[in-house]
């Protein structure tokens, strides 16, 4: 049976969701589209590096993980390199980029995966810095070096979005989309809605797990930038950074303005907006009222949604219902799938 062999940057919440998921599929009969599937590497920031040419053992490094947090210096596939020396040595056809997202540079994501083309290999990321920053000059240097560049998980986790507009909206033209990108910040203004404070309700998110220590990125709406930028630039053909957008925190969000929306029949929700205006692009994310019959006033709790309006196909929703970490694993197993279909 043919081979693929993947190489990691990052293995943590989403690397090692996708690894459990890998280990899961390899166990049918045929692989993985008929193909075997060896992971040859594995590199983090603090937990050491794995190379193996002949495949590491998933289970293995999951369990070093979870026993002691990291792997371990003494076995034999351990290295001290890091993942540029990772991307050089391990000999690996596809680089998965799973490391922690900046959204001010979107490295150290854009150099790994800069790397990874120069080295001849396809790039799976789900990182949306990339996307939100420099999806023009990645996508060409992919071609450049013939190499498939997906990034499905980016926006939505495993929801097709990037997908849905690229494999099925043949021959038309998206002029705007409209979301909620951001789970956080919608599950703290629904819990706004039910008097909760803006601090408990963040306290209430981060004991579920939906938000981090520090939730400024979601509550200030930079999450929700660096998702609409990535959208416009890969769906709208735009070249917009997250710092072009028009961005409004919902700490200014006051329980009186729940209550006054609400007597109004309105819900107020955190709207991330691409807009084509006379041939510039609007990229904005502000808290708006938004009537009952407006499909996105009817996302609750850690989901999300997106409208795209299409010239042609008209108004098409796509929603995402309290997704979890493996919604985004599958994000990434289904750019692996695509990208074996690709390769034929
Ligand atoms: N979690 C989700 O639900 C979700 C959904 C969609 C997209 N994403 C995206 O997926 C990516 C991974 O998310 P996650 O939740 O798995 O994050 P995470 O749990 O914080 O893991 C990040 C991993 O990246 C590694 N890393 C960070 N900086 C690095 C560097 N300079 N060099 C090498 N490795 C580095 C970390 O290594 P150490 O552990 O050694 O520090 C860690 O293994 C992020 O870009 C995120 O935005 C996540």
Redo the contacts with the bound molecule.
């Keep these: 049976m043919a081979v693929l062999k993947l190489c990691f940057?990052?293995?943590?919440?989403?690397?090692?969701?996708f690894c459990g998921l890998l280990a899961d599929k390899r166990a049918e009969p045929l692989g993985i589209c008929g193909r075997e599937i060896l992971v040859t590497g594995v590199?983090?920031?603090?937990?050491g590096t794995m190379i193996d040419a002949a495949g590491l053992d998933l289970a293995e490094l999951l369990l070093m993980i979870d026993r002691f947090g990291?792997f371990d210096p003494a076995h034999v596939s351990y290295r001290g390199c890091?993942?540029t020396g990772m991307i050089e040595k391990c000999g690996a056809d596809v680089f998965i980029?799973?490391?922690?997202?900046s959204i001010k540079d979107a490295?150290?994501?854009t150099g790994?995966i800069e790397s990874a083309f120069r080295h001849g290999m396809h790039v799976i990321?789900?990182?949306?810095?990339p996307e939100a920053r420099y999806f023009s000059r990645l996508s060409k240097k992919a071609a450049e070096a013939g190499k498939q560049y997906l990034f499905e998980?980016?926006?939505m986790?495993g929801a097709p979005v990037f997908n849905m507009a690229r494999e099925c909206l043949h021959g038309d033209r998206v002029w705007k989309i409209r979301g909620i990108l951001n789970g956080t910040s919608n599950f703290v203004l629904d819990q706004l809605e039910k008097n909760i404070s803006l601090e408990d309700a963040i306290l209430g998110a981060q004991k579920m797990g939906i938000a981090e220590a520090d939730p400024s990125m979601d509550i200030d709406g930079w999450d929700g930038a660096a998702k609409i930028c990535a959208l416009a630039n890969v769906i709208m053909g735009a070249n917009v950074t997250p710092d072009m957008a028009r961005v409004d925190s919902i700490r200014g969000v006051t329980a009186l303005d729940i209550r006054d929306a609400g007597e109004k029949g309105l819900r107020i929700k955190f709207v991330c907006q691409a807009e084509e205006r006379d041939g510039a692009m609007d990229i904005s994310v502000t808290p708006q009222r938004l009537p009952a019959g407006d499909i996105l006033a009817r996302v609750n709790g850690s989901s999300a949604a997106v409208t795209m309006h299409a010239r042609l196909a008209g108004e098409i929703t796509i929603m995402q219902h309290d997704?979890?970490?493996l919604?985004?694993a599958y994000?990434v197993y289904s750019d692996l799938i695509t990208l074996l279909k690709r390769l034929g």
């Design positions: 940057a990052g293995f943590g919440n989403v690397g090692r969701a590199a983090t920031r603090s937990k990291r890091g993942v980029e799973l490391t922690t997202l490295e150290p994501a790994y990321t789900a990182n949306k810095g998980s980016a926006v986790d997704p979890g970490i919604q985004t994000g």
